[in-house]
């Protein structure tokens, strides 16, 4: 997902330019918009949680706050570890980074401190848990993800991972153990994100194919390996879905509309497979985007205290 500031490139013919000013160039480093989203399934997982309880409003901020600077933390690290391909990318070229309007090593200190505040702050404010849950997403995510998408494509996979963790944290803060529940939190959105990144990968593939990313839709100028694999990842998220129903922990609502929503997503996937047209990449990639709010507003007036 690009969350790149968007401005005017420097030219000859343009000389006065909108430059990002500081608080553009820390809201791309931080990658506050992707965060964003990674949050309102934070949100989600506490708000369930915490059903059939009183709501505690307080213990909902540190939990966001402590997510949210251990994301931003681990945003910077990944930026400061792919300056060199950033810069050869043009919808990454202009942030921060690669541009060298920041120094990486102030970008580095940043990434240190807002992940050893965020995680420091979960331990205080929630537990070891949530910190532990908080610390290995920021490990790998820089630590394996990063370095990997130079090498394997395995890398979605593991990516997925992190992505899978900021709802458990917050089922966590809002009083959750890790049992079933948190399972089914971290494998919704684990198999959700596959079908979101493939296609992603699939509309960037020529960039992300020039600097050496090793991606699944790399090379495929059809589409239908790109297609067919997301179909298979939307297949298993639309089984999975079925989990809360065997475990009585819903109602018919979720029963029908959480798997139902899951095959839309197959149908999109499939239609992409067959045309392999950017229009049809571009309708998964978006019905993904509204899949993650609708999902949880499903599960939140279906979940049975």
């Known amino acids: 997902m690009d969350d790149s500031v968007t401005v005017a490139k420097t030219t000859e013919d343009a000389p006065n330019t909108v430059v990002p000013n500081l608080r553009q160039d820390l809201a791309v480093l931080m990658k506050v918009r992707l965060n964003f989203f990674i949050l309102i399934t934070t949100f989600f997982g506490f708000v369930l949680a915490m059903r059939g309880s009183d709501f505690q409003w307080m213990k909902l901020f540190h939990t966001i706050l402590g997510t949210a600077l251990a994301a931003f933390g681990s945003a910077a690290f ?16 202009d942030r921060p980074l690669p541009s060298r309007r920041m120094d990486p090593v102030v970008a580095f200190g940043i990434g240190w401190v807002l992940s050893a505040v965020g995680i420091i702050h979960l331990a205080a404010q929630l537990g070891n848990l949530a910190a532990y849950l908080a610390a290995a997403t920021v490990f790998i995510y820089v630590c394996v993800y990063t370095p990997l998408k130079r090498y394997s ?15 458990v944290i917050g089922w966590v803060g809002g009083g959750g153990e890790i049992g079933w529940q948190a399972w089914f939190l971290f494998g919704l959105l684990f198999l959700w994100q596959l079908p979101h990144f493939i296609a992603i990968n699939w509309l960037c593939r020529d960039e992300y194919e020039s600097v050496g990313y090793q991606m699944w839709s790399n090379g495929d100028l059809t589409g239908r390996k790109s297609g067919l694999l997301s179909a ?23 029963s029908i509309m959480g798997p139902l929503l899951a095959l839309v997503m197959v149908a999109l996937a499939l239609k992409f497979s067959r045309d392999g047209e950017r229009t049809s990449a571009r309708r998964l990639f978006f019905f993904t985007l509204l899949y993650i709010p609708v999902a949880f507003l499903l599960l939140v007036g279906a979940w049975k205290n």
């Open 153 to 167: 494509s395995t890398n979605t996979l593991v990516g997925a991972i992190t992505g899978g963790i900021p709802p």
């Open 78 to 93: 990944n930026q400061v570890m792919e300056i060199d391909l950033d810069a050869r990318m043009k919808r990454t070229a």
């Open 232 to 254: 298979m990842f939307a297949l298993m998220l639309a089984v999975f879905s079925c989990m809360p129903t065997l475990f009585g922990a819903v109602n018919l609502l979720w």
